[in-house]
């Protein structure tokens, strides 16, 4: 029997050393004993090309993905073989595959100055690493990748990836514009490359309403915040388009003396850097009383280089608003406002994912304008019919243009910036889609992929006739549709159960105020039958004299009357016929005045009781505990006023306005 297929060969001595370096190495990198495995690259050039078992990763590996940039540099420094540099893992990623994502400046410089060529490895994804450093928005090593190749037309080559995603792509749909304006500086071609989907970088940005201001949908508070807020105007970067030198490997004097270096830290430090010498140079002088201050400017007088430079600030000076040294304080009034930016970056993180869920909804043959004008980007609208009039022509596959979807989805701003436009406005606002529907007929039908930025049926009804009264004001003639339908028609039909809802809103809401206002007058008129005091022999108050009584009858008389006023107005609208044009005038204003009145002879009942209550206790209780326990008791009475004060304020707001607010342009709000 032949036993030599079952004899196992024994491992020699070579094996079992590398088998034991390998181990070793392996070790110590997971470790995080970096220079034992310097060490080891040092001694043992075999290990250079070793990989773990489970990954694929080489030590070098292992070290970028730890963030070991210096240990990185000796690695690559002791690597004789440019072959252990394009060793890939399990993903088909070469170091500088890791050294790109993750933003390590030099230890791609120092890696590609090996090898230019591994800039183009591409990893199991289609992935080069230039794309890769685009992916995950690290500028500064993109740009310093870019600077290496031999062209342009090589950095073209390797910015794509095999579904059609280019650099471009990738930096928008990660909200990295500071990477993306730089990118089309140095590849204008990018800007007409499309996908696998037909996408072209233009059709992510304006599937990105969040990324605009006209897009965005702030509170108050929030516009405060936005208006406050410092933005460094974008400018072509031009830090890494010189030969790699010392300024990425700083030397000790560099080290000792880091003015010298303009980008041994982030930009935003300047600021911090600048104050607190600026703390230290005014303790020297108030410690000092000006005498260093004083010798040194004398000394300064006497170096010619110095006055020269002293003079060049002066006139400066004379060009600048304030004072050079009050740049500091500004530097730091912008250093607190980018750190509220980045908080409200993070916290705006959520609407990301609607941004990617618009993307994917986006229409193959809607062009960036038509997609523009869906999600209400204004400034990008108005951008792109300045450098292409002739774009304001596109149509999707329905055939409807940008006045037809812009309509369709209830975007007033872009409606009235299109209505500016003289150019060809009578071709393009007369145009109707496959199924003969005009804009007016699109304004007639309910907006189910859009809500106005209103709470409550009556006020959306509200703002859905003002919104049809806007354009049926635009438009030159209406006509039918295919159907045969008006769009006085078609608004009726899509709108019933809108109406229904206003109606049933418009009716418990008046119904339950209209308790509150009847209850009100009662207590009202029984107050103002009650004198506080009683009345003396001649039948005059007793209290007649005394200030707070002037108030409590000047505060009955205003609850009584005002409560009645609003009684009698929810019983208007209760009995109203409860018509379209209705909510579009005479119910809001009733609704209106009767709430005003109400929350008016609330107040007005709340003043009577405590102007009584002080006449009868003014004695026995101190004026200064009087106020406080007046305003406590009031409190719960005062709550139904405060909780009717947003509903408040939105009738009050809309009603006297003209053109509706801007509306929501996803799904969301109707969800809710």
Known sequence: ????????????????????????????????????????????????????????????????SSGQEDVVLQLVNLVRSNEALKVKNERGNTPLHFAASLGLVRACNSIASKDSKLIGVRNYDSETPFFLAALNGKLDVFLRLHYMFDSTEQGYLY??????????????????????????????????????????????????????????????????????IFVDELTVETIYDQPPDDSLNPSEDDRKNPSHLEKSYPENYHTC??????????????????????????????DEEADAKEEDNLRQQRHQPFPINYATCFDTIKLISKATLYILEKAAGEKMNSDMKGIREIDKRETPLLVAAKKGITEMVEAILKHSPVAIQDMNRENKNVVLLAVENRQLDVYMLLLKRNSMRDSVFLKVDDEGNGALHLAAKLGEQSRWLVAGAALQLQWESKWYQLVKESMPFVRYNRRGETPEEIFIKSHLPLIQDGVSWLYH????????????????????????????????????????????????????????????AFLSILTSRHKVKDFTGSL????????????????????????????????????????????????????????????????????????????YVTDELAQL
Not at 26 to 55: C, I, T
Not at 273 to 302: A, D, M, P
């Open 1 to 64: 029997m032949d036993f030599r297929g079952r004899i196992r060969t024994l491992p020699s001595r070579e094996d079992e050393e590398r088998i034991t370096l390998k181990k070793r190495l392996f070790k110590s990198a997971m470790e995080g004993d970096w220079k034992e495995v310097v060490n080891l690259y040092q001694k043992h050039p075999e290990v250079h090309k070793a990989k773990f078992r489970r990954s694929g990763d080489t030590a070098l590996h292992v070290a970028i």
């Open 159 to 228: 910015c794509r990836r095999s579904d059609g995603e280019t650099v471009l792509h990738s930096a928008i749909n990660g909200d990295y514009f500071d990477l993306a304006f730089q990118i089309i500086h140095r590849y204008e071609k990018l800007v007409h490359y499309v996908n696998e989907l037909g996408f072209s970088p233009l059709h992510l940005l304006a599937s990105k309403p969040t990324a605009f201001r006209s897009g965005s949908h702030l509170g108050w508070f929030n516009r405060i915040i936005y208006n406050c």
């Open 273 to 302: 850097i600048n104050f607190f010498g600026l703390v230290g140079l005014v303790s020297k002088i108030v410690f000092s009383g000006g005498k260093g201050w004083h010798q040194k400017r004398k000394n300064k007088g006497n």
């Open 509 to 568: 809401a008046s119904d339950s105020c209209s308790v509150a206002a009847a209850l009100v007058t009662t207590v009202a008129f029984a107050s103002s039958a009650t004198l506080p005091g009683g009345v003396n022999d001649s039948g005059s108050p007793t209290l007649e004299k005394q200030p707070a009584f002037l108030a409590f009858s000047i505060a009955t008389l205003f609850a009584l009357c005002l409560s009645t006023i609003s009684l009698v």
């Open 588 to 663: 809001p204003r009733k609704f209106l005045i009767a709430l005003t009145t109400l929350l008016g002879a609330i107040f007005a009942m709340l003043v009577s009781f405590s102007s009584s209550h002080f006449l009868i206790v003014k004695d026995r209780l101190q004026i200064s505990a009087a106020y406080p326990l007046y305003t406590m008791l009031c409190l719960g009475a005062s709550l139904f006023v405060v909780f009717q004060f947003p509903i408040y304020f939105d009738f009050l707001a809309y009603t006297f306005s003209k053109l509706p607010p801007r509306s």
